[in-house]
């Protein structure tokens, strides 16, 4: 059960009595497999976790390398002059490539 809701407020949400939600909590009635995405969204998680599946796999994230993070990590530590140093020299580079 779901510490976030009432049996009462879920059985009420997905339309059946609390005794039949109370019926598939310990398994003796199955859900619908209409309901499973309404209960789904109202429990914040996925379908595929209702019923013990793997989720899905994420996409890969997509962004800075994590050589790139950590050295933008360092230049974000140094004093302000340096950083603008930095930064036109980066400028200079990329301006270069186009």
Excluded: N, W
């Excluded at 879920?10 to 939600?21: I, Y």
């Excluded at 109370?22 to 429990?43: F, K, T």
């Excluded at 890969?60 to 933008?72: D, E, V, Y």
């Excluded at 230049?75 to 930064?87: E, N």
């Amino acid at each position: 059960m779901c510490p976030h809701f009432a049996q009462q407020q879920l059985a009420e949400t997905l339309g059946v009595s609390q005794q039949t939600f109370a019926h598939y909590e310990v398994g003796r009635l199955r859900v619908a497999a209409a309901m499973l995405p309404q209960l789904a969204e109202i429990l914040d998680t996925l379908v595929e976790e209702l019923l013990g599946q793997a989720a899905p796999p994420q996409p890969a994230k997509r962004g800075p390398a994590p050589k790139l993070q950590r050295q933008f990590e360092q230049l974000s530590q140094l004093p302000r002059a340096k950083q603008r140093f930095v930064m036109e020299m980066i400028d200079t580079v990329l301006q270069q490539a186009e």
